[in-house]
C-alpha cells in the first residue's frame, strides 16, 4: 500500500515554471513506477511523465521538451520540473506508483488516458493554473 502527496502547485502566466514534489509512504516491492498524472476540467485524467525504478524517464508528446521528472529512491520522493507552461497546463495534478509494474513497462503510463493500469496512492492532487 502506498500514500503519497503532492505539493507545488500554484498560479503562474503563461511561460512561467513551476516545480511539483511528491513524497510516497510506501513499502517497496521490488520494481515499480511512479508517475505525475492531470486532470483538467471536464476531461479525463491523462499521464503527463512516468519514471521507471532506473531513473528512465517516460512524457506525454504534449509536454516533451519542458518538463522534467525525475526521482529520489531513497527518499521515496517524486519532482517534475514544468517550464514553459501554458494555459493548456492548468489541470489539478496528481503522482501515483505501479509498485508491481514489470520492468519496461512504466513507460506505457505515459500515455494514460483514465483507464487500465495498476496505480494507487491518489492524493489529493496539487493545482496549476497558468494564464494568459
Known amino acids: 500500500q502506498v500514500q503519497l502527496v503532492e505539493s507545488g502547485g500554484g498560479s503562474v502566466q503563461s511561460g512561467g515554471s513551476l516545480t511539483l514534489s511528491c513524497v510516497a509512504s510506501l513499502r517497496t516491492r521490488g520494481g515499480y513506477c511512479m508517475g505525475w498524472f492531470r486532470q483538467a476540467p471536464g476531461k479525463e485524467r491523462e499521464g503527463v511523465a512516468v519514471?521507471?525504478?532506473?531513473?528512465?524517464?517516460s512524457y506525454a508528446d504534449s509536454v516533451k521538451g519542458r518538463f522534467t521528472i525525475s526521482r529520489d529512491n531513497a527518499k521515496n520522493t517524486l519532482v517534475l520540473q514544468m517550464n514553459t507552461l501554458s494555459p493548456e497546463d492548468t489541470a489539478m495534478y496528481y503522482c501515483?506508483?505501479?509498485?508491481?509494474?514489470?520492468?519496461?513497462?512504466?513507460?506505457?503510463?505515459?500515455?494514460?488516458?483514465?483507464?487500465?493500469?495498476?496505480?494507487?496512492?491518489w492524493g489529493q492532487g496539487t493545482l496549476v493554473i497558468v494564464s494568459s
Open positions: 501515483a506508483a505501479d509498485l508491481s509494474a514489470p520492468p519496461g513497462t512504466c513507460a506505457w503510463y505515459s500515455g494514460y488516458h483514465g483507464t487500465g493500469g495498476n496505480l494507487e496512492g
Open positions: 519514471v521507471d525504478i532506473n531513473g528512465t524517464p
